[in-house]
Nanobody, 114 residues
């Protein structure tokens, strides 16, 4: 069956860094673009970043541009999100998804607090 499993979340101080990973299985990962979304408490889920199937093109929300980097390893069926210069407003549950197939992971919590 299809699985997307996120990991790497945690508690970090403002200005710190985290690296999120999403391991995919059960579908042909390498042919699909992948996205990261996040949802803060009491907020709507919002787009964070996307990457094309071959990894050559990426796109970011304005709020994270220059601080976050999305990447993928098709040989390992993983998509990653490097989070740098974290701010309190980056707090939330981070989800990876394959938008074309509407496959979603269960999410990983990121908390930015001193």
């Amino acid at each position: 069956q299809v699985q997307l499993v996120e990991s790497g979340g945690g508690l970090v101080q403002p200005g710190g860094s985290l690296r999120l990973s999403c391991a995919a299985s059960g579908f042909t990962f390498s042919v699909y673009s992948m996205n990261w979304y996040r949802q803060g408490s009491g907020k709507e889920r919002e787009f964070v970043a996307s990457i094309t199937s071959n990894g050559l093109s990426t796109h970011y929300a304005d709020s994270v541009k220059g601080r976050f980097t999305i990447s993928r390893d098709n040989a390992k069926s993983t998509v990653n999100l490097q989070l740098n210069s974290l701010k309190s407003e980056d707090t939330g549950v981070y989800y990876c998804c394959a938008p074309v197939k509407n496959y979603w992971g269960q999410g990983t919590q990121v908390t930015v607090s001193s």
